[in-house]
C-alpha cells in the first residue's frame, strides 16, 4: 500500500523526498524508482519531510514508529497521517505525541486495495483536528476517489473498524454460501449471478465471489489483517456492552485460517474453509 501511494504522490508532481520499510531491498528499489532517498530509519524519513504518510501492520508496530528516537525526532512543524487499521485509542495517543513534539497527526483510514492506492482511488476515512485535514488535504485529494472527514481522533478508526467487520462477516457468509453450493453440485459461475440479482448481493461478492470459486487467494487483504481488524470492532463492541456474534464468529474462522498457516492468503481464502475437500477439517 505505501509503496504504490509513494508512486501515485511521485506521478502526480509531488516530491517524494524519503521512503522507509523494514524491507530494506524492497525500499531501495522504490527510492531508485521514484528518486526519493532510502531512509536508513524512520527518523530520516521525518528530517527530510514535510509531511509523513505511514502505514503500518498493527497497533504494536505504531507504538514503535511513534516510540522514543523514531518518527518523532525533530518533528517540529510536520504532519503525520497515519493510514493503518490500528485501535482508536493508539490514534488518540498518537495524536497526543504529535502535539507534544510541535507536530501534527491525522487519521487516514483505508477502505480500499492495492490497485486503488495505485490508481489513486482510495476510499480515505479522516480523523483529527479540522485544520490539520485542511492543510493536507490537497495531497489526500491525489490519493482518493472520496475523501471524507468524520470527526476527532479515534473517531475515523472506529468507522473503518465497523467497515471491516461488516466486511468480513459478508466474506465469511459468502464462503459458507458457495461451499454449500458446491456441496450440493450447483453450477457455481450461476450461483454468483443469482446471487447477483437478490439479496444476496454484495461487494464481498463482487471482489471475491470468483476467486472463491477458483481457488484464487492472491493477497490484496490478508486472512491475518481480517482477523486483527475484527478484533478491533470486537472491543469497541465490547465496551459498549453489545454482543456481536457473528463478528465473533467471523473473527473465529479468520483465526483459524491464522493458525492453519493460511493467514497470509487473501480473506477470500476463507472459502477453504467451507468447501468440502479442501483447507483443514472443520
Known amino acids: 500500500m505505501g509503496a504504490n501511494m509513494a508512486r501515485r504522490l511521485h506521478e502526480q508532481g509531488f516530491t517524494v523526498a524519503a521512503v522507509y520499510d523494514r524491507n530494506a531491498a524492497g525500499a531501495r528499489a522504490l527510492a531508485v524508482e521514484i528518486g526519493a532517498a532510502a531512509a536508513a530509519n524512520v527518523a530520516a524519513v521525518t528530517a527530510a519531510s514535510d509531511v509523513i504518510l505511514t502505514v503500518v501492520t498493527d497497533d504494536a508496530s505504531m507504538r514503535e514508529i511513534y516510540g522514543p528516537g523514531a518518527l518523532l525526532t525533530g518533528a517540529q512543524g510536520r504532519v503525520f497521517v497515519n493510514c493503518a487499521t490500528i485501535s482508536p485509542a493508539l490514534h488518540v495517543w498518537v495524536e497526543q505525541q504529535a502535539t507534544a ?46 475523501l471524507r472527514y468524520i470527526g476527532p481522533s479515534g473517531t475515523a478508526a472506529q468507522v473503518k473498524a465497523l467497515v471491516n467487520m461488516v466486511m468480513n462477516i459478508n466474506t465469511a457468509g459468502l464462503a459458507e454460501g458457495l461451499g454449500v453450493g458446491a456441496a450440493l453440485g450447483l453450477d457455481l ?94
Open 189 to 282: 459461475t450461476m450461483l454468483r449471478e443469482v446471487f447477483s440479482q437478490t439479496g444476496a448481493n454484495s461487494r464481498v461478492l463482487q471482489t471475491d465471489g470468483e476467486d472463491m470459486q477458483n481457488r484464487d487467494h492472491a493477497c490484496f487483504f490478508s486472512a491475518a489483517h481480517a482477523a486483527k481488524d475484527s478484533g478491533i470492532a470486537l472491543e469497541l463492541a465490547h465496551a459498549q456492552g453489545i454482543a456481536t456474534p457473528l463478528a465473533a464468529a467471523a473473527k473465529q474462522q479468520f483465526d483459524r485460517m491464522v493458525a492453519a498457516g493460511l493467514g497470509e492468503l487473501d480473506k477470500s481464502g476463507i472459502a477453504e474453509l467451507t468447501f468440502k475437500r479442501r483447507g483443514p477439517a472443520a
Open 101 to 146: 513534539a510541535g507536530a501534527a497527526s491525522l487519521e487516514a483510514c483505508m477502505a480500499s486495495s492495492i490497485t486503488q492506492a495505485r490508481q489513486g482511488t482510495l476510499y480515505l476515512m479522516c480523523g483529527g483536528k479540522p485544520e490539520v485535514f485542511a492543510q493536507v488535504r490537497p495531497v489526500l485529494e491525489k490519493l482518493s476517489a472520496s
